[in-house]
């Protein structure tokens, strides 16, 4: 089975930064679409950034400019660097690999709060 792991979450303060990673096992990680998504209490689970095989990616609106999505395939990693962090950033932030299934990590905890 897939398994996704992510660490780095925690709390930090409005304007801060924080580096999510995802380290991915028993996939061919270069073939997978690597996203990362986010849902907050009473919210619909959103999609924030996402990167294809070949590198191209995609960002949600409002995190474009301040969160940068990358990976490493040697390291079948994908992170996620989060900067210029807001309160409406504050979610539970889930790594996801795609290839004709989802694959779902079990969340790492994001907030923002002063």
């Known amino acids: 089975q897939v398994q996704l792991v992510e660490s780095g979450g925690g709390l930090v303060q409005p304007g801060g930064s924080l580096r999510l990673s995802c380290a991915a096992s028993?996939?061919?990680?270069?073939?997978?679409?690597m996203g990362w998504y986010r849902q907050a209490p009473g919210k619909q689970r959103e999609l924030v950034a996402r990167?294809?095989?070949?590198?191209?990616?995609y960002y949600l609106d409002s995190v474009k400019g301040r969160f940068t999505i990358s990976k490493d395939n040697a390291k079948n990693t994908v992170y996620l660097q989060m900067n210029s962090l807001k309160p409406e950033d504050t979610a539970m932030y889930f790594c996801?690999?795609?290839?004709?299934?989802?694959?779902w990590g079990q969340g790492t905890q994001v907030t923002v709060s002063s």
């Open positions: 996801n690999a795609r290839y004709w299934v989802d694959h």
């Open positions: 028993r996939i061919v990680f270069s073939t997978y679409i």
């Open positions: 990167i294809s095989s070949d590198g191209t990616t």
